[in-house]
């Protein structure tokens, strides 16, 4: 909401070789989700969408934000809004609303919420594994941005980086 365009990145304070699987760890074990009651271990995984594994496209993609952040579960998220991947500025203008979604749970998928900097839009996703919609978004911000959160019947989440609008 301060005008700074920054890209979620998750990681846990596990240092065990575990990265995302802190629950393996005798040190760090589970923990309780006070929202929902689930168990989850402790930790977070940055996931970075590049073209391939090199040093140089890694790094520009943390660059552009084309990362996400989950709470330790390898949840797959793969989304653009208007042809745009997340992290992008967005012309605000001509810009066709559109969200092509993919979500793949590792567990069912109870919650899809749109966060805007003036409200959050929840939408049911009726606890499916897989997630694979195209919306139409009608009331994009003028400026500010826009990011997806994802909530699993067991407390784990996702989280995209913003998409910036001006």
């Known amino acids: 909401d301060q005008g700074l365009r920054l890209g979620f990145l998750g990681s846990g304070d596990g240092h065990d070789g575990h990265p995302g699987l ?4 005798p040190v760090y074990g589970w923990r309780t989700n006070r929202t929902t009651g689930a168990r989850m271990g402790r930790g977070g995984l940055a996931a970075i969408l590049s ?4 040093r140089e496209s890694l790094l520009e993609a943390l660059r552009a934000r084309r990362c996400y952040a989950t709470s330790g579960p390898r949840i797959l998220v793969h989304t653009t809004l208007g042809g745009h991947p997340i992290g992008a500025v967005v012309p605000r203008e001509g810009l066709a609303a559109r969200l092509e979604l993919l979500v793949v749970g590792t567990a069912p998928i109870r919650f899809l ?3 805007y ?10 606890d499916a594994l897989r997630i694979q919609v195209t919306l139409d978004l009608p009331q994009l911000p003028d400026e500010g941005y826009l990011y997806l959160r994802v909530i699993q019947e067991d407390g784990a989440m996702a989280w995209t980086s ?4 001006e």
């Not at 900097?117 to 009726?126: I, K, S």
């Not at 913003?162 to 609008?165: H, N």
């Open 162 to 165: 913003p998409w910036f609008f």
């Open 22 to 25: 802190a629950h393996l760890s």
């Open 51 to 54: 073209e391939d594994l090199t």
């Open 117 to 126: 900097p003036d409200r959050v839009e929840r939408t049911d996703a009726e």
């Open 113 to 115: 919420d749109f966060v």
